[in-house]
């Protein structure tokens, strides 16, 4: 687990006063966090963070490997969009591959050292923090921390680290407070997603001319009202050489398409509010539902907007 933090000014010549940006973005972050349910993990500074900022509860990325991840996050371009889907090592060389058996004190051995990373990645945040006081600087500057590539599995589902399209894998931890916008203290519940960090970004610092195409969607109206609905739907893919892997996740499921070469393909549905852990895979037993989500993964990403045709499941 490794942390990176990012200031930046976003002056562009102009005489308007832009905010200062303080990107913090921790690798292999998933929501393990207390703030979001985990007491076993010490994080007195995140914890601290979250009653002066916007806790978004269901970020997702749009590919759970590295550097295709932090690719999209940093284009605001998804994966479908640019090709890009598998700058990554062989990291299975380290960590236990997905199904692999690990005896109980092995797993609780790797859990330990995985949440104290997670602790001293909130030391230094903490430390960060202060000097941005010091400075005087808090009430300019836009302070992002979350994950900036993917989530990771801690055994869940059988897996030990990233590789799906699973929530554990795609879902994110994201705080981010925005001086004189943002509803501090409060927990947004809709979707957003990591490739709208950069449109979000543009929209505050008012760089509107500075942009390309993009595909991602700015959540800014989020950040000052967390509890209006957002999108319908958030998308994840996966692969290796190509995307072979597709996701769809709704505010209460995720379904997802897997199809490798010379392979059946094989389809899962799990229900997020009733199995968050996604234990029982549903594919058999909700035909509508799947029906519904299959369409709307196959229309893409583009009628999950706000103002796009609502997901009605029958």
Known sequence: MAIASLGLGCSTGSSTKRPNVLYVSVDDLGTTLNVYGNPQVITPNVD??????????????????CSASRTSILTGVRPETSGI??????????????GTELSDAAARDMTARYFAEMTDVDRAFGEILSTLDELGL?????????SGDHGFHLGTNDRWGKWSNLDASTRVPLLMSVPGVSADGSR???????????????ELCGLSDAVHELDGL?????????????????????????????????PQYNYIEQRLPFMPPNFSLYD???????????????????SVLADRLERGFTEAVPTGPPIVFD
């Not at 601290?48 to 490997?65: E, G, K, L, N």
């Not at 889907?85 to 997905?98: F, G, I, M, N, Y």
Request: one cysteine or more; charged letters at 25%; glycine letters at 2%.
């Open 48 to 65: 601290q963070f979250a009653t002066r900022s916007v806790v978004f509860d269901r970020c997702y990325c749009q590919v759970a490997i």
């Open 85 to 98: 889907v598998a700058l990554e090592h062989d990291w299975q060389t380290v960590l236990p591959a997905p």
């Open 138 to 146: 808090r009430d300019d500057t836009i302070v992002i921390f979350w």
């Open 188 to 202: 947004a519940r809709g979707l957003v997603e990591c490739v709208d960090m950069y449109p979000t970004l543009v």
């Open 218 to 250: 700015s959540f800014a109206p989020v950040l000052e009202s967390p509890d209006i609905d957002w999108k319908h739907s958030a998308f994840s893919v996966f692969g290796v050489n190509r995307i072979s892997n597709r996701s769809i996740k709704t």
């Open 272 to 290: 997020l509010v009733d199995d968050p852990d996604e234990t029982t895979n549903l594919y058999e037993t909700e035909p509508e539902i799947v």
